[in-house]
Nanobody, 120 residues
Framework: HVQLVESGGGSVQAGGSLRLSCTAS?????IAWFRQAPGKEREGVAG???????YYADSVKGRFTISRDTSKNTVYLQINGLDPVDTATYYC??????????????????WGQGTQVTVS
């Protein structure tokens, strides 16, 4: 069983930056960030596998950067150029399965509690 602890959310002005962190209790194969805005479906925004291959949703390419520190079992999501449309609860998700669709929520067995990002 993998436990995930997220941190780094907050309230920022448009154009600002945030770095979200997700620390896992183990070393899952794939870790991704999803977000869910009020009234909208949860969507995958960035994912990274154990080989450090990174994947991004088209809507965030160029602004979001995902990275992984294997020694700390931590994945980071650097968000630049924040826009009010980025306002959402951001969730970290982890999967122990090799491969799989990074932005499909059913691929992931473990979820964090979520961290709020509010952009005004």
């Amino acid at each position: 069983h993998v436990q995930l602890v997220e941190s780094g959310g907050g309230s920022v002005q448009a154009g600002g930056s945030l770095r979200l962190s997700c620390t896992a209790s183990g070393s899952p194969y794939g870790i991704a960030w999803f977000r869910q805005a009020p009234g909208k479906e949860r969507e995958g925004v960035a994912g990274i596998d154990r080989d450090h291959n990174a994947y991004y949703a088209d809507s965030v390419k160029g602004r979001f950067t995902i990275s992984r520190d294997t020694s700390k079992n931590t994945v980071y999501l650097q968000i630049n150029g924040l826009d009010p449309v980025d306002t959402a609860t951001y969730y970290c998700a982890a999967s122990s399965w090799y491969g799989g669709p990074m932005f499909t929520s059913t691929y992931y067995q473990y979820w964090g509690q979520g961290t709020q990002v509010t952009v005004s």
